[in-house]
């Protein structure tokens, strides 16, 4: 069973499924649109290099979190091969070139992950700025975008710091 094999009940993990699930369907109705729709209405004529230094590190993120997810597949393959159940990517024996973005960080998918969408804001920011709407309206368009890279990214991770889980990066099976 799943939850036992991850330390935890079956049920407690069926709930927190369903609780990030419904976060994240709220974030991808209210927040994800926010930095393009921000971008779409600007009548801006110009790119300012704010936008570029986004779009860049939106580019070089998605190519980060790729590689990432790459090289956990490559692992969970090898270690499966190997026969490996309590294997760790990004240490010994599996710390080499293959999997080397998983020695610079615990969860580089994440890390990814979370960039591309802080390269979204950062691309939004310029038209947030130009906007002609009342202070009201901006301060909950910037709300929104804070939340973002939050609710995306960090509250997964806190969760199975706090509960002891296994990180995602385990070779179990």
């Not at 990432?68 to 190997?82: I, V």
């Not at 610079?104 to 591309?116: I, K, S, T, V």
């Not at 368009?141 to 890279?149: E, T, Y």
């Amino acid at each position: 069973d799943m939850g036992d094999q991850q330390g935890g009940s079956e049920r407690g993990w069926k709930l927190h499924a369903q609780v990030e699930t419904f976060k994240q369907c709220l974030c991808n109705i209210f927040s994800c649109p926010v930095p393009t729709f921000l971008c779409i209405f600007d009548e801006t004529p110009h790119i300012s290099a704010l936008e570029v230094v986004g779009c860049i590190t939106w580019c070089l993120a998605w190519v980060w979190e790729n590689i990432a997810d790459s090289q956990k597949q490559a692992f969970l393959q090898q270690s499966r091969r190997d026969g490996t159940r309590t294997a760790v990517i990004g240490h010994p024996p599996y710390n080499g070139k293959a999997y080397c973005l998983w020695t610079l960080c615990r969860h580089p998918n994440y890390f990814g992950e979370w960039m591309a969408w802080i390269g979204l804001v950062i691309s939004a920011l310029p038209s947030l700025w130009r906007l002609t709407e009342p202070f009201m309206v901006k301060a909950v368009i910037a709300g929104l975008l804070a939340f973002l890279p939050h609710v995306l990214c960090v509250d997964t991770a806190e969760y199975m710091g706090k509960e002891g889980k296994q990180p995602c990066d385990h070779g179990l099976h």
